[in-house]
């Protein structure tokens, strides 16, 4: 038998990666696409229900109009055209966590079509032209119970919650991505990284990839150099944190890769991934067979948006991301090399909200990059899924602003925030971290420290007010470092006389 | 007072207006007469014994209690009615003819029923019908063939014969139905009722358990013009929770149907709709009934709508395409009826056991049918194509409405055929909806009116009227001057003649 997995450099000098990226984004509206039920996350199971998401007989459905303007708002920030006339369509299958066995979704009449984005890695900037983005519904959520896995193999039995049911959901599918293959990977997380970003500045979504507001279906083919043929692809099913984006492109471009170089074929289906192990594992075969059946929804009217309401809602669009971008770097006075850590980091979104709070640029990026960026590399966890947020950041660079904590003991509040033991004032509180801002203690630690260091003060009063500082570094010591540097100095020169 | 099953809706509402007579006392007559006549008709999946009079007992409170108030009542406020057992009314057994319904018990009102219901309209219960309304003569029903009232041999139409047998039955003076392909007007012409199709979007499909969306509409069963008019007006109007639904007035129905004047009306005789497999007798009746309409002023002449002939396959593509779809729901999960969930069956056998025990052979045939005419390689030639003589025959009907006001037809090639004569030749009774299923296609409005019997069986002939959209009102006018006109002659209207049937109790 040969190897599972070739080495990515292997793979790369071999075969040229094609990708092509389907991203579903749940909508933040207060009610369900065809509905008025709620749509409120991790309420208990099939509470917001009602017959039209249950798919009940004889219930009909109604659109969201406050849904369309977001797919319209969406399709412009991409940069698509907007239909002036389109509709829904049937998809006919079946599963048991989709009421009506179909699904409303639209088919060859999309809302947006025909658009590009960028995005920008190690600094270069790549193109990617958007196929379509068109409006849909979420199905609903299957537990398997009783099996191993947690899959429906070997399960005893399943458990439906219809409240995701009818959620509106906006598929954003690119057309191919050609970049140059050592790049493919990295552009994939990119763009959902870039598609999080806009899609959060458009105000649409929650895009929380933990929670599947954002989920990512990755496309992957590989054809050998210099051939125009393309290869049979796989469809990797939500794969949800951007890293993951990467991972899992790179898992399947060397996995393709071997069963290629050994003489296999790629079989056309749908793959797992598998967060823990790193790898994809095979899942429904699919087949050009597939039939979908679908027809124009005939429950519905087709949705013809007025040329004069897309051009309002352009006129609301945010500025575009890489505008903005150079814009931001200004306003904080950062580097090249300062900002492409901050955007690399996926810190931006975080490092605004921060700002925004109060905090200064400096030392935003000096919390976002520092402590908690090492956290979610050494957890294999997004930015934004630490549970650590920007209101955090802001309460705990206060602290440090109005001398309640320094650095080093904002960093410890930080490590109690992430292992999740409370809020910044518990944590201090819990940990006895505060700084000493007792004068009388601090008097009392540097008359030990003048008692224990006659040679020190005999430097310092021979004119060498320089050598004052060993004795700041005693007095912190004996304060174990609660203490404010700057103030134990105030007070030590009042004491010495300098 | 047992001559309370034999007036019409109007009437009764007349008797409690001037306190006469109780809407208890008149359910209470008509539940007696479902008792006494239903066990050979079988026009009642279930009735509502206790609803209804409950029901009726609100009403008369409220009539009290408007006395002193000087509030109005609804026009049929307490009149009974028959409910097809197509829309769901909570709480109560709704089934569609399946047995893959039996036992459902649904949790909202349709917006039809809602309606009903805030009109005072009292619901005796549920009318039998071909499942999921998928036939032309009640014998695809999963519970039993309705038998028709004039001859109990014969069928009574479908797939609303449930609620037409009701009504010339004289178990209710009213009943809803929903016409897809003829649904209303097929069962009112072999029933000697009026069957009204309401023009597409005019009335809610909000509860209607789906047939064919594109087409399915509700509408008023009765044995008077006048009856359907005002039971056309308590249902008819917009409804935000049917996308499809129009948001206009309602026709003023009521209005055409008191002043049945079609002086000056210009009336247009299809002549794609007659001669060759038409039955002497409809097209003797018929041609009485044009003239008589000149007689009274109308401007009758020959219109020609050259895609009609293809519209029964047209037809016959696009339903049963989207009935393929509507019915992927029933798939045992959720609700009805469950086979084969022992504990180690796959979700995908219980599916297939449940639909395989649930569905009937018709439905069976059009679900199959459907999905094949919607899979890809065959949408265009299939699909596609119907959507393109759909078109064409809404062309048709634009083109003649340009001459005229409204159109003229047979309601049915035949008169109500025997039970068990088509069962097993669909193509002979699918025939059955020819004059009915373009306007279905086209969207517009349409009725069937009772004008005669035929001499070779002495069975009711409907006469069919279409209008267009909106214009609901045009058959009413037709209609209302065509029954006075034959009144006259018989000395009332055309149900007078129909034979007593036997009662048992
Ligand atoms: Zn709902």
Known sequence: ?498 | MSDLTRKTAAELAELMTSGQASSVEITQAHLDRIAAVDGAVHAFLHVDTEGALAQAKAVDDKRTAAKKSGEQLSPLAGVPLALKDVLTQEGVPTTAGSKILEGWKPPYDSTVVKRLKAAGIVILGKTNMDEFAMGSSTENSAYGTTHNPWDLARIPGGSGGGSSAAISAYEAPLAIGTDTGGSIRQPGAFTGTVGVKPTYGGTSRYGLIALASSLDTPGPCARTTLDAALLHEAIAGYDPMDSTSINQPVPAVVEAARNGDVAGLRIGVVKELGGEGYQSGVEARFHEAVELLTKLGAEVVEVSCPHFEYALPAYYLILPSEASSNLAKFDAMRYGLRVGDDGTNSAETVTSLTREAGFGAEVKRRIILGTHALSSGYYDAYYGQAQKVRTLIARDFAKAYEQVDVLVSPATPTTAFAIGDRIDDPIAMYKNDLCTIPSNLAGNAAASFPCGLADEDGLPVGFHVMAPVMRDDLLYKVGAALESALAEQWGGVLMTKAPELEVTR
């Open chain 1, 1 to 498: 038998m040969t190897a599972d997995v070739l080495e990515i450099n292997d793979a790369l000098t071999q075969y040229d990666p094609v990708l092509g990226l389907e991203v579903h984004v749940e909508l933040n509206t207060k009610s369900k696409m065809f509905c008025g039920c709620p749509t409120e996350f991790g309420a208990p199971p099939n509470t917001q229900t009602c017959p039209v998401c249950l798919g009940l007989p004889g219930a009909l459905p109604v659109v969201n109009a406050k849904a369309v303007e977001s797919a319209i708002k969406i399709g412009l920030a991409l940069n698509c055209e907007i239909a002036e006339w389109c509709r829904f369509a049937r998809k006919n299958y079946f599963y048991p966590d989709m009421p009506k066995n179909f699904q409303t979704s639209q088919y060859d009449e999309p809302i947006a079509f025909n658009g590009w984005t960028e995005v920008v890695v190690d600094g270069e900037t790549y193109r990617i032209e958007i196929e379509r983005a068109h409006m849909e519904e979420d199905t609903g959520k299957s537990t398997h119970v009783g099996g191993a896995t947690g899959r429906i193999h070997g399960a005893s039995h399943s458990l439906v919650d219809y409240n995701r049911a009818g959620i509106p959901l906006i598929e954003i599918v690119t057309k191919t991505i050609e970049v140059p293959p050592a790049k493919a990977a990295a552009v994939a997380r990119a763009y959902v990284s870039m598609l999080r970003d806009l899609l959060f500045a458009l105000g649409v979504s929650d895009v929380r990839m933990d929670q599947g507001s954002l989920r990512c279906d990755a496309n992957v083919s590989l054809k050998p150099h210099g051939s125009t043929v393309l290869g049979t692809r796989t469809e990797t099913k939500n794969v949800n944190s951007f890293r993951s984006v990467e991972r899992a492109v790179t898992y399947e471009i060397t996995r393709q890769a071997a069963v290629l170089s050994s003489g296999g074929k790629v079989l056309q289906e749908t793959r797992h991934w598998h967060e823990d192990t790193g790898i994809t594992t095979s899942g429904r075969e699919k087949s050009d067979a597939d039939d979908y059946r679908y027809f124009p929804e005939p429950d519905l009217v087709p949705v013809a948006p007025s040329r004069e309401w897309v051009e309002e809602l352009r006129a609301t669009l945010p500025e575009a991301p890489s505008l903005r971008r150079v814009r931001l770097q200004e306003d904080w006075g950062f580097t090249d090399l300062e900002m492409r850590d901050v955007i690399n980091g996926n810190a931006l979104e975080p490092i605004v909200a921060t700002i925004e709070l109060g905090v200064t640029p400096a030392a935003a990026k000096k919390w976002w990059l520092g402590e908690l960026a090492r956290s979610a590399n050494e957890s294999g966890q997004d930015l934004d899924a630490l549970g650590v947020g920007p209101a955090e950041v802001a309460e705990v660079q206060k602290l440090v602003d109005d001398g309640t904590l320094n650095d080093k003991l904002a960093r410890q509040v930080f490590e109690g925030l992430l292992a999740g033991e409370g809020t910044p004032a518990e944590i201090i509180e819990k940990r006895g971290l505060a700084l000493v801002s007792d004068d009388s203690a601090l008097l009392e630690a540097i008359d030990r420290a003048i008692a224990a260091n006659p040679d020190v003060v005999e430097k310092v009063n021979s004119g060498k007010p320089a050598a004052a500082g060993a004795l700041i570094g005693a007095v912190m010591k004996d304060m174990r470092g609660q203490a404010d540097a700057a103030k134990v100095r105030q007070l030590l020169n009042e004491k010495l006389g300098i």
